[in-house]
């Protein structure tokens, strides 16, 4: 938009003028001798001298035409829950033009057309105010302070309903006397954003209950399967626990089915799901504790290997288990030579196998 006399003191935004946008809102007056946008951030003082009045009637009508743009907008009003919830929660739309009286900001009419939202005037300490009320056609008419809602605080001018922060509700439950509670009423202008943000909600609401309907048919699906595997391993310990020691040894030694006991706490013994432990043998499949039992030198119930180690300082090979010192590395020393080392306070610092810290 170009700058020149017919738009004297008109102010328009960056997009509108082609310069940057740091430095909008923009106005047209006459500097070094021609005409040009200059940003109001950085015109002079003699400069808004010039244009003020003409800068000031176009806010005005700027401001005029965004309240008229307001007023076509009906409103929804929501949250109350005291006894007139059914005469306040609802849509409200604008009045004709002839039911607005000067000074008000608008009127609108409930969905039933026999609840009016309107303002009241108010003289206060000899200043008049606005209230907003809803009522009946008469008091509407009458403009009567009497109904079910109405603004707690006055205003000195009559503001948009939706400006309002705090409202008063009539409540009268049953034969109990009544009174006004402040509720948390919610009023929302229903333009085009408004509508936007119902679509986006409602197409939330859909989709989280589409997902939360396949979160529950999968938990289903789910627990359907998790019962079913307990049901046929309880079958499979059934037969399991039949089998005689070496037909078992004999199952968990075939390639098929050690990988299974090695890698999950499955006793091989009993087939429970209890924690599992492997003796000295690198091979074992492992066994719980209650199969294992006491006596750490006994056969391993699990692998059926004897318990007995080799004592790489001394050369004995046949030491029980509970004759040895077993390091974390999983070699092992006879406690004789263990001591015979303390003794002679030369105390083993090193497994005497792979050499790492003991």
């Not at 960056?14 to 809102?25: D, F």
């Not at 492997?278 to 074992?284: A, L």
Request: net charge positive; with cysteine; proline share 3%.
């Amino acid at each position: 938009m170009e700058a020149c006399s017919n738009r004297k003191g008109q102010i328009a935004d960056a997009g509108e003028v082609g310069l940057p946008q740091q430095n909008s809102p923009y106005v047209c007056v006459h500097l070094r001798g021609r005409w040009q946008w200059q940003s109001i951030k950085q015109i002079s003082g003699k400069t808004f001298k010039d244009v003020k009045d003409i800068m000031y009637k176009s806010i005005h009508n700027c401001l005029q035409l965004r309240i008229s743009d307001e007023k076509k907008y009906s409103i929804a009003i929501s949250n109350c829950t005291t006894s007139s919830k059914d005469s306040i929660n609802g849509k409200w739309k604008p009045l004709i033009r002839t039911s607005v009286r000067e000074g008000e900001f608008n009127a609108y009419g409930g969905e039933t057309g026999l609840r009016f939202l309107y303002c009241v005037k108010k003289r206060i300490h000899g200043i008049m105010k606005y209230e907003w009320w809803i009522g009946v056609t008469d008091n509407m008419e009458a403009r009567k302070a009497w109904g079910f809602l109405r603004q707690k605080r006055a205003t000195t001018n009559s503001i948009a309903p939706w400006q309002v922060n705090k409202w008063l509700a009539w409540n009268k439950p049953g034969a109990q006397e009544g009174k006004w509670l402040e509720q948390p009423i919610k009023v929302e202008k229903m333009d085009n954003e408004w509508e936007v943000n119902r679509a986006i909600e409602s197409k939330t609401k859909e989709l989280a209950k589409q997902t939360q309907e396949t979160i529950d048919t999968c938990n289903a699906t789910l627990n359907s399967m998790v019962k079913s595997m307990s049901d046929h391993k309880e079958v499979s310990r059934e037969l399991f626990n039949k089998l005689t020691k070496e037909e078992r040894l004999a199952v968990v030694d075939t390639s098929k089915f050690r990988a299974v006991f090695k890698k999950e706490d499955l006793c091989s013994c009993c087939f429970s799901d209890a924690k599992t432990t492997k003796c000295i043998h690198q091979d074992c499949t492992g066994a719980c504790a209650k199969c294992r039992g006491d006596n750490e030198d006994a056969d391993c119930c699990a692998c059926g290997k004897k318990q007995v180690m080799e004592c790489p300082i001394c050369q004995g090979d046949n030491f029980p288990v509970s004759f040895m010192k077993i390091f974390h590395c999983k070699h092992a020393v006879c406690y004789k030579c263990y001591s015979q080392a303390y003794e002679l306070k030369r105390e083993l610092k090193k497994c005497p196998m792979c050499r790492v810290d003991i």
